[in-house]
């Protein structure tokens, strides 16, 4: 087994990974760390969940930390920038900077990004994170020099395609000197990146290697791993609903955290709980955390009882892993975020296992009707014009919190509508709430409080960014035909589709659009990789009105639908599709 001292760390990274209890390298690292540390240039297809962040932070830095040691700086010059980490959104460099400023400390070397959140200022530190596009006005304002940089980093380079931001990198790699060390790191191999990859990344190491001679056949599928897509702070909980619900008897589950100290959290958590902890073969255990080195094999022998369901607490590293944990276990399955949805059909692939979601067979009334009442609340953040409300409760600000104003507000909105209330009004008393408000509000204009009466509320509708457009051929019956074939998803839950030139925006109501996320990532259309993620960005597409309501009973919506093309001349062009109502397609 590789250990991190058998890739010649230096002692100060070796013992910041000991103090962040990481033990033992993903198959990437032990790939790709070597390399980085002799200078060599790399071209990875990687992502979340493969451990490529510490890959190239800790081969490039045990590099320029041995030269800061030796004191090889110029201290009078201040401090160079050395290293530039180019994420596709400023989120993703915040992220990667903080998970690198332990290990760049102690190697002597200081990490920021761009922007008001950090203290120190972009010429005292040697490791800038940032996008293409904010570190380009850097440097056009020259608040950043490009001429002492020794790496540059592209992580996510599909993404940055994808976001417009391919000639601000294209740019930004014609000002830096030919020496520098190049590392490229993606999900997909577009053309565009391939080509990039030619001109500006020779001599590279590819990960994972290219076979000299393609393979003519494809390896049969030898079992299916099945995944649930939840955001990091809803796992545990996730989690013990899972386990509260599992019937009593039978072999107790395994689960498999990234390290052992997580490992630990997790037991601590679960066991405040009222779960009891223990061995496969000890009486009433609900659940057995495994050590992060152990395989379900070595479990079965160990304890000479068959472990029960394998439940990865974090998406495995690489095949290996996926297989030692999971192989032989058709119940098994991985809790990941969306992001993490690529590398998990990246290494399932190479394992030959088929990848499937699943739902846990747990409910909860009272949590769904909690959950739907936040979703209305998300949805009038996003869609209402709420500047009356927000007059009419700007005194109550001054003396208390904004939270605990809305707190307050949520408490008198619920008391006052029970839920199923609204829904078993008789229509004529619904219908009838609406003049009486208005009456009573001064002027004849209606109330901007909350109603006591509300009818139900209209369904809710999540957009989605697609990375595929026109100039791939893509057609609004090729995406509503992916959604509703990968997804199993009728296409009357489908909405709004604005197809543009290199990516498309997708409507879909918001109770499925986590499953079309994860079912569709990574899928091929028209010879292209999909990316599928929540749509960002507010000027892609417009806003859905705020009363949008499901097909079959929106008034915009005719029986045949329609199509057409939006944007002026000289505009990018783009197709538009309202799905008909079902039964009249």
């Known amino acids: 087994m590789t250990v991190f001292p058998d890739l010649g760390l230096r002692d100060e990274l070796l013992r910041t990974l000991e103090d962040e209890d990481i033990e033992q390298p993903t198959a990437l690292q032990q790939a790709v760390i070597p390399v980085l540390r002799r200078g060599g240039n790399l071209v990875a297809r990687a992502s979340a969940g493969a451990g490529k962040t510490l890959a190239y932070g800790l081969g490039v830095l045990d590099r320029l930390g041995a030269s800061h040691a ?8 201040g401090t160079p920038v050395r290293v530039l980490i180019l994420r596709p959104t400023p989120e993703a460099a915040e992220h990667t900077a903080l998970s690198l400023v332990p290990y760049a400390q102690s190697s002597g070397l200081g990490v920021m990004v761009p922007g008001g959140s950090w203290g120190t200022p972009l010429g005292a530190a040697a490791v800038v994170a940032a996008t293409p596009q904010d570190l380009l006005a850097a440097v056009r304002s020259s608040s950043l020099k490009l001429d002492s940089v020794e790496a540059v980093i592209v992580d996510g380079a599909a993404a940055i395609q994808e976001l417009g931001q391919f000639d601000a990198l294209e740019t930004l790699l014609d000002h830096l000197p030919r020496d520098a060390q190049r590392v490229l790191l993606t999900t997909t191999v577009t053309a565009e990146i391939d080509d990039l990859v030619d001109r500006r990344v020779k001599r590279a190491l590819r990960y994972p290697p290219e076979a000299a001679v393609p393979e003519q056949t ?12 939840v955001p990091e702070s809803q796992k545990l909980e996730l989690l013990a609903r899972a386990l509260g619900a599992r019937e009593q008897g039978g072999a107790a589950p395994v689960l498999f955290c990234r390290t052992d100290e997580r490992a630990a959290t997790v037991a601590e958590a679960l066991t405040t709980r009222g779960f009891m902890l223990g061995d496969l073969d000890e009486e009433g255990t609900d659940v057995m955390v495994a ?3 152990i395989t379900r094999e070595e479990l079965a022998s160990e304890t000479g009882e068959e472990p029960g369901q394998t439940i990865s607490y974090d998406v495995p590293a690489d095949e290996a892993t996926l297989l030692a944990r999971h192989r032989g276990d058709a119940d098994s399955i991985v809790l990941l975020e969306p992001r993490e949805m690529p590398h998990l059909r990246e290494i399932a692939t190479r394992a030959n296992l088929r990848t499937r979601s699943v739902t846990l067979p747990i409910s909860s009334p009272a949590l769904s009707g909690l959950s739907t009442f936040r979703e209305e609340i998300r949805q009038a953040l996003r869609e209402e014009d709420l500047g009356a409300q927000m007059l009419v409760l700007e005194p109550l600000f001054e003396e208390f919190s904004p939270a605990e ?14 839920a199923g209330a609204a829904a078993s009004e008789p229509d004529g008393e619904r219908q009838g709430a609406a003049p009486a408000a ?7 204009q209606a109330s901007v409080l909350p109603r006591t009466e509300v009818g139900p509320a209209p369904a809710s509708w999540s957009r989605l960014y697609v990375g595929i457009g026109t100039r791939d ?8 035909g992916a959604i509703t074939g990968e997804a199993d998803i009728p296409g009357s839950r489908v909405g709004k589709i604005d197809i543009r030139d290199s990516f498309s925006i997708v409507e879909v109501q918001a109770d499925v659009a986590e499953k079309v996320i994860g079912v569709l990532n990574g899928t091929t259309m028209k010879g292209r990789s999909l990316r599928v993620d929540y749509d960002r960005s507010g000027d892609r597409a417009r806003k859905p009105s705020p009363g949008r309501r499901p097909p079959g009973g929106s008034p915009d919506r005719g029986a045949g639908g329609g199509s057409g093309s939006a944007g002026g001349s000289g505009g990018t062009r783009r197709t538009i599709i309202r799905r008909p109502p079902r039964g009249a397609e």
């Open 438 to 444: 208005a009456a009573a509000a001064p002027g004849g």
């Open 473 to 480: 051929g893509a057609r609004p019956g090729d995406l509503v």
């Open 218 to 229: 494809t390896a049969a599928v030898e079992g299916q791993i099945g995944y649930i897509l």
């Open 291 to 293: 050590t992060s080195g």
């Open 405 to 418: 104003v809305a707190a307050a507000a949520a408490s008198l909105l619920r008391r006052r509508r029970p």
């Open 70 to 77: 030796a004191g090889d700086d110029d201290e009078d010059a």
